[in-house]
């Protein structure tokens, strides 16, 4: 794959005009990849020395296990993504990533990511932009799971996963694949698997949205938006572009 085409490249582009030196240092990151079957998992809470990984191809999932054994997952990643890269950085894993699918990754080490930070100000500048839209994510599923009801949940994340695959050329606002199960929905949004089959069949009657057979269609766009609150503002995907 061009760097031009990375999936990393069109998220960072969409903050920072990328110079040709900041094009090389994305190009070293996705020098090693590797290929990971749906269910391993990348990264294992607790562990030390952890790789980070770029994610190019495929859907992964970040979560914790409680102390019950019940998973919450804290965020689903997205061709473009980074996986674990506070791994690399602290030193253990305060999460587990695990592949909802088969998918593609570029490894990526610490000493990589810091001799870049120091060859490119602004590339550094825009991974700190996606690294603090990730933490923005976070604030807004604590508001998903504690103030708003089910349906309004399973918009919003709906919602939010389809602006995040737009940024990367794989979604629209008439929808897009999703290859996330009904258990999967649930331990993001705090529901069991039965209550979420009934909330996405509330959603469809509805006229809203529907997601059938690995697809989310979006009935009405406009309307789930102003159901489900959600406000892409804090996804910044319409900032000015730093020269």
Known sequence: MSILKSPLTRKLA??????ETDLDILSRFHRSKKTFLPGHEMITEGQAKQTAFILAEGWACSYKILADGGRQ?????????????RSVLFRTSDHSV?????????????????DGFGQSPRLATAILWAASRDEAMVVEHLVNLGRRNAEERMGHFLLEIGARLK????????GYDCPLTQYHLADVLGLTAVHVNRVLRNLREDGLVTFQKGRVTFDDFERLKEFSGFDIDYLDHDGPLLH
């Open 14 to 19: 969409a903050f920072v005009a990328l110079s």
């Open 73 to 85: 997952i804290v965020d689903v990643q997205i061709p473009g993504d980074f996986l674990g890269l």
């Open 98 to 114: 695990e592949a909802v699918t088969r998918l593609e990754a570029s490894v990526v080490l610490a000493a990589d990511i810091l």
């Open 167 to 174: 940024l990367v050329g794989l979604g629209d606002k008439l």
